[in-house]
């Protein structure tokens, strides 16, 4: 590679929780810049989720971030070329993409949904997701599947 790896930008914790993952989150949700209409989906969200699901134990931010990892997948396939064919390769995530992928899968599958605003088609998919299921939760499955079924390749690993 000609050019230095471009250094990774430090993210700043979110006013509320004070906690960097949650700033994460909400950079993925936001749209044409506007954090602060962000932010407000995301608390709105939360406090959804903390309504409904009163009778857990767990803090809404809890159930939010025990949700997230039931939708990180372990595992992808790459598409890798060996001699004229096209092998989908099993290959492990790096963490900071694990997080990546998982927070874009529950935004979108959330942005899918049917619901009146975001902010509850989001609270929707968090719940889903806690209870594992839902469309994001899915998704990690079907790529585990998928790698798995793909088994055979990983001696093509990169």
């Given at each position: ?29 936001m ?118 079924a ?9």
């Amino acid at each position: 590679m000609r050019k230095a790896k471009p250094k990774k930008r430090v993210v700043l914790p979110d006013p509320v929780f004070n906690d960097q993952k949650v700033s994460k989150f909400v950079n993925h949700l936001m749209y044409d810049g506007k954090k602060n209409t962000s932010y407000e989906i995301f608390y709105k969200a939360l406090e959804i989720v903390g309504n409904k699901m009163a009778n857990e134990e767990k803090s809404a931010l809890e159930i939010w971030k025990k949700s997230l990892d039931n939708v990180t997948p372990q595992v992808e396939v790459k598409s890798r070329r060996v001699g004229g064919a096209t092998f989908q390769v099993p290959t492990e995530i790096r963490p900071d993409r694990k997080e990546s992928i998982s927070m874009k899968n529950l935004i979108s599958f959330a942005r899918k949904r049917g619901g009146k605003t975001m902010a509850d088609k989001l609270a929707a998919e968090i719940m889903d997701a806690y209870n594992e299921q839902g469309g994001a939760f899915k998704r990690k499955e079907d790529m585990h599947r998928m790698a798995e079924a793909n088994r055979a390749f990983a001696h093509f690993r990169f």
